[in-house]
T-cell receptor, first 112, second 116 residues
Framework: KQEVTQIPAALSVPEGENLVLNCSFT??????LQWFRQDPGKGLTSLLL?????REQTSGRLNASLDKSSGRSTLYIAASQPGDSATYLC???????????FGSGTRLQVQP | EAGVAQSPRYKIIEKRQSVAFWCNPI?????LYWYQQILGQGPKLLIQ????????DSQLPKDRFSAERLKGVDSTLKIQPAKLEDSAVYLC??????????????FGPGTRLTVT
């Protein structure tokens, strides 16, 4: 059974800092991995999707990496801003399935 | 394109009452998912439809939860009777095959259920 763990559970940083969010998964037979953002009271917004054959994806100030063999992914946020404050969720899709298995998220607070 | 629509956005009921949630996926998306997100946790899959057929309902508490997707478009999730532990956000998502070969999921805003 696939399990996804995210560390840390919560993080508070001053504006302008670069930061790294971590995600680990137990079953390396994944098809892809997605990072989502969730604002309070809102649904999930997809940030980056990495296929299992890829090592990283970039979008603006966000960079996500994937090491399938070690069961790890990181989300790097450069020059953090107060608007980045949200919960970040990591989710993996197992090979042969379409449904996602989620971690519990990292709650990020960027202080102005 | 229009996103995934859900209603209602909020619902408060007493335990043992029944409740229904509605979802309208992105046009053309054949796969529809219902997830349950308890406060402080990540979403957990309840049921997955491919067109109007059920693909995976292994984590759906079938003694009280039911879902249908008539005509392969809109879907309804029902809880009867509700328990206190059903308090959560119910998220609907849809996906279709993209050129990249991925089935990227798009989520609706969710329905926040409070059972008192």
């Amino acid at each position: 059974k696939q399990e996804v763990t995210q560390i840390p559970a919560a993080l508070s940083v001053p504006e302008g800092e670069n930061l790294v969010l971590n995600c680990s998964f137990t079953d390396s037979a994944i098809y892809n991995l997605q990072w989502f953002r969730q604002d309070p009271g809102k649904g999930l917004t997809s940030l980056l999707l990495i296929q299992s054959s890829q090592r990283e994806q970039t979008s603006g100030r966000l960079n996500a990496s994937l090491d399938k063999s070690s069961g790890r992914s990181t989300l790097y946020i450069a020059a953090s801003q107060p608007g980045d404050s949200a919960t970040y969720l990591c989710a993996v899709r197992r090979t042969g399935r379409r449904a996602l298995t989620f971690g519990s998220g990292t709650r990020l607070q960027v202080q102005p | 394109e229009a996103g995934v629509a859900q209603s209602p956005r909020y619902k408060i009921i007493e335990k043992r009452q029944s409740v229904a949630f509605w979802c309208n996926p992105i046009s053309g998306h054949a796969t529809l998912y219902w997830y349950q997100q308890i406060l402080g946790q990540g979403p957990k899959l309840l049921i997955q439809f491919q067109n109007n057929g059920v693909v995976d309902d292994s984590q759906l508490p079938k003694d009280r939860f039911s879902a249908e997707r008539l005509k392969g478009v809109d879907s309804t999730l029902k809880i009867q009777p509700a328990k206190l532990e059903d308090s959560a956000v119910y998220l609907c998502a849809s996906s279709s095959l993209r050129g990249t070969g991925s089935y990227e999921q798009y989520f609706g805003p969710g329905t926040r259920l409070t059972v008192t």
